[in-house]
C-alpha cells in the first residue's frame, strides 16, 4: 500500500521564481493537505483541497496557490519566491475531508537562494 | 493566533524508561488531537489520536491522556528505546472541519543506552 508520496525531494531556486510542487495521497484518501516546516518550527497549515476545490485555507499569501486534480494527486505553486519561502513542503492526505488520521509524506525541501 | 505549546522543547531519557511529552492546547473548540513523530528528513509519522469524548487510549507501547478541563494532553511511550529519538509534535484541529491541523513546536525526544 503506497503511502503519500511527494516530488521533488529537493529543490533550489532563486528569489522571484516560480515553483510547483506534487503530491500523490495515500492508496484510498482523496482529500489533501499542504504544509510548510520551517527548521525547528511545527508544521503549518497552507491549504487544504477536496474534491478539486480549496476547502480551507491558512494564513498564506495568494502567492501560494495549488490545485487537485480528478485521480486526487494535487500540486502547490509558490510563485515570486521568497528567501522566507525555503523550508519543508509537507503533503498530507485523508479521506473525505476530514482531519482523522492524516498521514503525510517526507516532504519536498525548498531552498531558495 | 491559537496555537498549541509544548511544556519540554527537549527531553532525555534512559534506555527503557518510560517517557512522558506534554502539551497545552488552547482551542477549546478543538476536538481532535493526534501526536506525531517526526525523524530528521522525513515528515510526521502517525503515532495515536485521540477524540475529546475520551480520556485516554492506549496502543503499542504508547497512552495519550486528554484533560479537557485544564486543557492538556500527554504522550506516554513506555520502554523507550533508542528507536523513539525524534521530534515528538502534538496537534489539534476540530474534526469535522477539514485538515486544518495547528501544530506546536515539537519536543525533542533524546534516548540513552
Known amino acids: 500500500d503506497a503511502g503519500v508520496t511527494q516530488s521533488p525531494t529537493h529543490l533550489i531556486k532563486t528569489r522571484g521564481q516560480q515553483v510547483t510542487l506534487r503530491c500523490s495521497p495515500k492508496?484510498?484518501?482523496?482529500?489533501v493537505s499542504w504544509y510548510q516546516q520551517a527548521l525547528g518550527q511545527g508544521p503549518q497549515f497552507i491549504f487544504q483541497?477536496?474534491?478539486?476545490?480549496?476547502?480551507q485555507r491558512g494564513n498564506f499569501p495568494d502567492r501560494f496557490s495549488g490545485h487537485q486534480f480528478p485521480n486526487y494527486s494535487s500540486e502547490l505553486n509558490v510563485n515570486a519566491l521568497l528567501l522566507g519561502d525555503s523550508a519543508l513542503y509537507l503533503c498530507?492526505?485523508?479521506?473525505?475531508?476530514?482531519?482523522?488520521?492524516?498521514?503525510f509524506g517526507s516532504g519536498t525541501q525548498l531552498s531558495v537562494l | 493566533g491559537e496555537s498549541v505549546g509544548l511544556h519540554l522543547p527537549t527531553l532525555s531519557v534512559q534506555e527503557g524508561d518510560n517517557s512522558i511529552i506534554n502539551c497545552a492546547y488552547s482551542?477549546?473548540?478543538?476536538?481532535?488531537f493526534i501526536w506525531y513523530k517526526q525523524e530528521s528528513g522525513k515528515g510526521p509519522q502517525f503515532i495515536i489520536d485521540?477524540?475529546?469524548?475520551?480520556d485516554k487510549r492506549q496502543g503499542q507501547r504508547v497512552t495519550v491522556l486528554l484533560n479537557k478541563t485544564v486543557k492538556h494532553l500527554s504522550l506516554q511511550i513506555a520502554a523507550t528505546q533508542p528507536g523513539d529519538s525524534a521530534v515528538y509534535f502534538c496537534?489539534?484541529?476540530?474534526?469535522?472541519?477539514?485538515?486544518?491541523?495547528?501544530f506546536g513546536q515539537g519536543t525533542e525526544l533524546s534516548v540513552k543506552p
Open positions: 498530507a492526505s485523508s479521506l473525505r475531508g476530514i482531519a482523522e488520521k492524516l498521514f
Open positions: 482551542n477549546s473548540a478543538s476536538d481532535y
Open positions: 496537534a489539534e484541529t476540530i474534526y469535522n472541519q477539514g485538515g486544518k491541523l495547528i
Open positions: 485521540i477524540r475529546s469524548n475520551m
Open positions: 483541497y477536496y474534491e478539486e476545490e480549496e476547502r
Open positions: 492508496s484510498g484518501h482523496d482529500t
